[in-house]
């Protein structure tokens, strides 16, 4: 399996561009969260979806920001415009919660991140 | 959402040497993962752990779900275990908490 794909790896923007972050789940899963590290607060969760439909955004951080999972197997991250404070790594996870129980399997995938720095 | 606290924060040893690393978390959970973030940044999975106690390798964990705390031990720990572990738990099965990590360094 080819694990959880983000592009790009890298992405140095100025302020008040746009940035589009994009996020490749392994085949199958049926979650997709977004999550952001920075050194000020850790590791954080941004929106997550289940099965193609955000179900919790109240981690996005403002309106420049928006997330979409038009497909299964795609979604997109975008910063819109850009400010120097979202400079973090940006990552994009997955899981198969088996049978939809809330005790079942679910183990998440994480991706390699993005490196977002703006300028 | 549920409160995941790590200890000890930052961890030197000397290669060889053997270490416990702390999880406490403030509620019930279905979910506590264990990570290793590596130098280029990447999250690496080491134990989906909610309960009970599992090994691979030089790395063991043991989650005691009723106190509320898990501990990931190291043994004959190697420069290449150096890096960031996280400690990562939901309660509602759905997007994980995660603590501060403790920042391992593994000396020659």
């Known amino acids: 399996d080819a694990g959880v794909i983000q592009s790009p790896r890298h992405e140095v923007t100025e302020m008040g561009q746009e940035v589009t972050l994009r996020c490749k789940p392994i085949s199958g899963h049926d979650y997709l969260f977004w999550y952001r590290q920075t050194m000020m607060r850790g590791l954080e969760l941004l929106i997550y979806f289940n099965n193609n439909v955000p179900i919790d955004d109240s981690g996005m951080p403002e309106d420049r920001f928006s997330a979409k999972m038009p497909n299964a197997s795609f979604s997109t991250l975008k910063i819109q415009p850009s400010e120097p404070r979202d400079s973090a790594v940006y990552f994009c996870?997955?899981?198969?919660?088996?049978?939809?129980?809330?005790?079942?399997?679910?183990?998440?995938?994480f991706g390699p991140g993005t490196r977002l720095t703006v300028l | 959402g549920i409160q995941v606290e790590q200890s000890p924060p930052d961890l030197i040893l000397q290669e060889g040497a053997n270490s416990t690393l702390r999880c406490n978390f403030s509620d019930s959970v279905n979910n506590l993962q264990w990570f290793h973030q590596n130098p280029w940044g990447q999250l690496i999975n080491l134990f989906y752990i909610p309960s009970g106690t599992k090994q691979n390798g030089r790395l063991s964990a043991t989650t005691v779900a009723t106190e509320r705390y898990s501990l990931l031990y190291i043994s004959s720990s190697q420069t290449t275990d150096s890096g960031v572990y996280f400690c990562a738990a939901s309660n509602s099965g759905y997007a994980l908490n995660f603590g501060k990590g403790t920042s391992l360094l593994v000396t020659p």
């Open positions: 996870a997955s899981n198969n919660r088996a049978g939809g129980l809330p005790h079942s399997y679910n183990e998440q995938f």
